[in-house]
């Protein structure tokens, strides 16, 4: 109910159709999404890049920047219950036991500044629609209000986990999150949020050891463009 009324020109949202208690009917998209777009046309990722950076400015809003505990937000619980079983299932791999540690000695305490409003929660390039000529975020299931730099953190994660897959380089792959934190500017240690959304992926493949080296490396000392890695999936 919040977001449509921030949203305007070409960045937008699907528009509600219906509200009945916790389900929500929204209007349905048909062009394509911007993974979509970058795999058909590689020398566009540039603009599509700036595309994602404005919609998310967009649809955070002009919030003022402030402190807040990183140890109380969502993001930081989900990831600390996530080690927490992990390290139970995975007791002979020290890199759980490793993030573990500096979660609590190097995170939980720190009072990072971001702006704190609407978070999207899940941001991605299959997330970003393009429908005449209109740029659509979809997929808000893990909204929630909190620190807005989450976002961009969750996009590079998830940008940099869909672009290797899909087999590009390493320097195709930095130079398209540098051009979206161009457009966005450089939140404050986002790596946080780069080593949370690293280590989700892990957790979903197979051997989880590929993804959790990149995020203890991105926990360990401050986010730099050339600490993101290509998964081995």
């Given at each position: 109910?919040i977001a449509?009324?921030r949203?305007?020109?070409?960045?937008?949202?699907?528009?509600?159709?219906?509200?009945?208690?916790?389900l929500?009917?929204?209007?349905?998209?048909?062009?394509?999404?911007?993974?979509?777009?970058?795999?058909?046309?590689?020398?566009?990722?540039?603009?599509?890049?700036?595309?994602?950076?404005d919609?998310?400015?967009?649809?955070?809003?002009?919030?003022?920047?402030?402190?807040?505990?990183l140890?109380?937000?969502?993001?930081?619980?989900?990831?600390?219950?996530?080690?927490v079983a992990?390290?139970?299932?995975?007791?002979?791999?020290?890199?759980?036991v490793?993030?573990?540690?500096?979660?609590?000695?190097?995170?939980?305490?720190?009072?990072?500044?971001?702006?704190?409003?609407?978070?999207?929660?899940?941001?991605?390039?299959?997330?970003?629609?393009?429908?005449?000529?209109?740029?659509?975020?979809?997929?808000?299931?893990?909204?929630?209000?909190?620190?807005?730099?989450?976002?961009?953190?969750?996009?590079?994660?998830?940008?940099?986990?869909?672009?290797?897959?899909?087999?590009?380089?390493?320097?195709?792959?930095?130079?398209?999150?540098?051009?979206?934190?161009?457009?966005?500017?450089?939140?404050?240690?986002?790596?946080f949020?780069?080593?949370?959304?690293?280590?989700?992926?892990?957790?979903?493949?197979?051997?989880?050891?590929?993804?959790?080296?990149?995020?203890?490396?991105?926990?360990?000392r401050?986010?730099?463009?050339?600490?993101?890695?290509?998964?081995?999936?």
């Open positions: 109910q449509p009324k949203m305007t020109g070409r960045y937008r949202i699907p528009e509600v159709l219906a509200v009945d208690g916790n929500v009917a929204q209007q349905r998209l048909y062009g394509p999404d911007m993974l979509n777009i970058i795999l058909r046309s590689p020398e566009a990722v540039g603009s599509l890049m700036m595309d994602a950076a919609w998310l400015k967009q649809f955070h809003g002009p919030v003022k920047e402030q402190h807040y505990d140890g109380s937000t969502r993001a930081y619980r989900t990831f600390m219950n996530a080690l992990d390290t139970e299932r995975f007791k002979r791999n020290g890199d759980f490793r993030i573990g540690q500096m979660l609590e000695e190097k995170w939980k305490q720190k009072r990072p500044r971001s702006p704190i409003g609407l978070v999207h929660g899940d941001m991605s390039p299959i997330h970003v629609f393009y429908e005449d000529g209109n740029v659509y975020g979809i997929d808000f299931n893990a909204s929630h209000e909190g620190p807005t730099n989450e976002d961009p953190g969750m996009f590079i994660g998830n940008a940099n986990y869909h672009l290797a897959c899909a087999g590009k380089p390493q320097s195709y792959i930095n130079g398209a999150m540098g051009s979206f934190l161009d457009a966005y500017g450089v939140p404050i240690e986002i790596g949020y780069i080593a949370r959304s690293d280590y989700a992926k892990a957790r979903a493949a197979k051997d989880p050891s590929r993804l959790l080296v990149a995020s203890r490396r991105l926990l360990e401050p986010f730099d463009i050339s600490m993101i890695e290509i998964p081995k999936v």
